[in-house]
């Protein structure tokens, strides 16, 4: 505050100064150098209430530094201190210049950099939210192919063998599984002993073979008459069922038996579909009065694994 009162001030008593020099008898002061004195120091004091850009002050020191060489020779002392104080205000007024365009350059530049990163923020946003548009078409149509894909092929639906009729006549039910319809479905029964590990006496090694066909999602097959060669009884039907489709194949592993008045059933499916990396069990259905192991397996050829989804 101190800097600036006296910075505001000294330009009057400046003033004052020459006024008392112009009274003295030996005055030597011209009218045009007090005129040049009087433009410099009012110049001096309008820069520094508002200052001008780098250079000005430069300038108008080099034209102040021509009058002064002009008049060196006829200086009084009164002039040649004013001259002096016209010189540092106009240093001072250049000094606060370039700082003062240091200053809003950094300030522009800043400003710069926040705009530009504000417009590449605007424009990474605009990319994401469009690429996160493109993800979800993209998923979409996907989606929508897979499905139209799988309808056409089956995907990963299934069937399979319910059961054979113990009682006389026999017959056969295929149940369908999954989501989609599926295709020219193939089903190889091999009748198996009562023990599970062996084909049954008078049947087939490679088993019969029964052609199912297209199957709707949701419904049931069934073939009225047995095959001609498929072995059954009146006490227990075991086979391992092995079904190929247009979209792969899969295998059932079904245990009947008798128990008084009863038909107890143990089946469960596994699948091998195209679009598995490995088999996996599909579903099972084990009744909880069908006989077992103490270690809990049906028989030699149908271990009990981790729970499964319920066959329908």
Not at 36 to 50: D, K, N, P, T
Not at 124 to 137: A, G, H, M, P
Not at 246 to 273: C, M, P, Q, S, Y
Request: proline share 5%; net charge positive; charged share 20%.
């Amino acid at each position: 505050m101190v800097l600036h009162r006296t910075l505001r001030t000294w330009p009057t008593l400046l003033w004052r100064r020459v006024l008392e020099t112009m009274r003295r008898p030996v005055f030597r002061y011209t009218w045009i150098a007090a005129i040049f004195q009087i433009v410099f120091i009012e110049l001096a004091r309008y820069w520094f209430l508002a200052t001008p850009p780098p250079g000005y002050a430069i300038a108008a020191l080099a034209l102040a530094a021509v009058i002064m060489a002009v008049r060196g020779p006829r200086f009084t002392r009164a002039e040649e201190v004013i001259w002096i104080c016209i010189a540092c205000a106009l240093f001072v007024v250049e000094i606060r210049a370039i700082a003062n365009d240091r200053t809003r350059f950094a300030k522009d530049e800043a400003q710069a950099r926040t705009d530009e990163n504000a417009s590449f923020q605007r424009i990474v946003s605009q990319l994401t939210e469009s690429n996160e548009r493109d993800q979800k078409r993209f998923a979409i149509t996907t989606k929508e192919l897979s499905v139209n894909l799988n309808t056409l092929t089956g995907g990963e639906s299934s069937c399979y063998l319910a059961g054979v009729s113990l009682a006389t006549p026999s017959y056969l039910v295929f149940v369908h599984i999954g989501k989609f319809p599926l295709y020219g479905v193939v089903a190889r029964i091999v009748p198996l002993s009562q023990d599970g590990k062996t084909v049954r006496p008078g049947s087939s090694l490679l088993g019969i073979t029964v052609t199912i066909g297209d199957m709707i999602k949701g419904h049931a097959s069934i073939i009225q008459s047995l095959p001609k060669g498929l072995i059954t009884s009146q006490d227990f039907f075991n086979a391992n069922i092995f079904f190929t489709a247009r979209n792969g194949d899969w295998e059932e592993t079904l245990r009947e038996k008798r128990i008084g008045e009863d038909v107890r059933t143990a089946l469960r499916v596994t699948g091998r579909f195209t679009t598995l990396q490995r088999e996996q069990n599909i579903c099972e259905r084990i009744d909880p009065q069908f006989p077992k192991k103490p270690n809990g397996d049906i028989d030699d050829g149908f271990q009990a694994v981790p729970k499964v989804d319920h066959c329908p």
